[in-house]
């Protein structure tokens, strides 16, 4: 059973190019929030601070990590791999902090599959529509945009999972969707009523996949 006085772990998730990023800094904001910061094989990009963004380490390391079940859960995403340590964020939950987890759909089937003894909310963030993702996913920095057709290819299959998490938030305007996520938070932490349309969330989704 959770504790009442122990923080509650958030999963943000959404297909590349929706704006979760974003959303996980501006909730880390919050008092009592803290973001898992995960470890990845992947290179930084110019705009990312090591330590802070991401941990970085070669794949060597990130072995070495999943030998020692270091990980509380890990994924291989776009062809690097990825993953969130146990220690810290069991630290911050057992210290009453609320801790956000920008992961992908792998990560968070792993998280719930573990049951653990904290509150857990997942979320999943989808973008307005099939144009508007192109048009993010094309002002990114300069090696991204030689990969933007592979990442529209791969939203057709990461928005399936959409279906496998509490709450899926449309991102057409930034403040209005981390109002939505806050508020939702909030009632999940008070257990408060919930504003929540489950079939305006289908049909977006059927619209987006068609
Ligand atoms: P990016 O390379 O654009 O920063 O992240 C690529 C994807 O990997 C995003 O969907 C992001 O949420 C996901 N990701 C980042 N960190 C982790 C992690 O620790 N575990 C998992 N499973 N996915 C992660």
Same mark, same amino acid.
């Given at each position: 059973m959770p504790i009442d006085n122990d923080g509650v772990m958030i999963i943000l998730s959404s297909p590349s190019g929706a704006? !979760?990023?974003?959303?996980?800094? +501006?909730?880390? $904001?919050?008092? #009592?929030? *803290?973001?898992?910061?995960?470890?990845?094989?992947?290179?930084?990009?110019?705009? *990312?601070?090591p330590n802070k963004d991401y941990y /970085?380490?070669?794949?060597?390391?990130?072995?070495? %990590?999943?030998?020692? =079940?270091? /990980? %509380?859960?890990?994924?291989?995403? /776009?062809? #690097?791999?990825? @993953?969130?340590t146990r220690t810290p964020v069991i630290n911050n939950l057992n210290s @009453?902090? #609320?801790?956000?987890?920008?992961?992908?759909? =792998?990560?968070?089937? =792993?998280? !719930? #599959? !573990? $049951?653990l003894d904290y509150? +857990?909310?997942?979320?999943?963030?989808?973008?307005?529509? $099939?144009?508007?993702?192109?048009e993010r996913l094309s002002n990114r920095d300069m090696k991204d !945009? +030689?990969?933007? @057709?592979?990442?529209? $290819? =791969?939203?057709?299959?990461?928005? %399936?999972h959409w279906i496998n998490y509490d709450y899926v938030v449309i991102n057409s305007d930034l403040e209005k969707c981390y109002e939505k996520i806050y508020s939702l938070i909030k009632a999940e932490i008070n257990n408060g009523s919930k504003d929540y349309d489950k079939d305006y969330i289908r049909k977006h989704v059927e619209k987006l996949t068609s």
């Amino acid at each position: 059973m959770p504790i009442d006085n122990d923080g509650v772990m958030i999963i943000l998730s959404s297909p590349s190019g929706a704006g !979760k990023t974003t959303l996980v800094s +501006l909730l880390s $904001k919050l008092d #009592n929030f *803290e973001i898992s910061i995960s470890h990845t094989t992947r290179e930084p990009r110019p705009s *990312e601070i090591p330590n802070k963004d991401y941990y /970085f380490v070669n794949e060597n390391e990130f072995k070495r %990590l999943i030998n020692n =079940q270091e /990980f %509380l859960e890990y994924a291989k995403v /776009f062809n #690097n791999f990825y @993953g969130s340590t146990r220690t810290p964020v069991i630290n911050n939950l057992n210290s @009453g902090k #609320n801790v956000l987890f920008d992961i992908d759909w =792998q990560g968070a089937d =792993q998280i !719930k #599959n !573990k $049951k653990l003894d904290y509150r +857990l909310v997942t979320f999943f963030i989808l973008p307005p529509s $099939k144009e508007v993702l192109f048009e993010r996913l094309s002002n990114r920095d300069m090696k991204d !945009k +030689l990969i933007v @057709g592979e990442r529209m $290819k =791969q939203f057709e299959h990461d928005v %399936l999972h959409w279906i496998n998490y509490d709450y899926v938030v449309i991102n057409s305007d930034l403040e209005k969707c981390y109002e939505k996520i806050y508020s939702l938070i909030k009632a999940e932490i008070n257990n408060g009523s919930k504003d929540y349309d489950k079939d305006y969330i289908r049909k977006h989704v059927e619209k987006l996949t068609s």
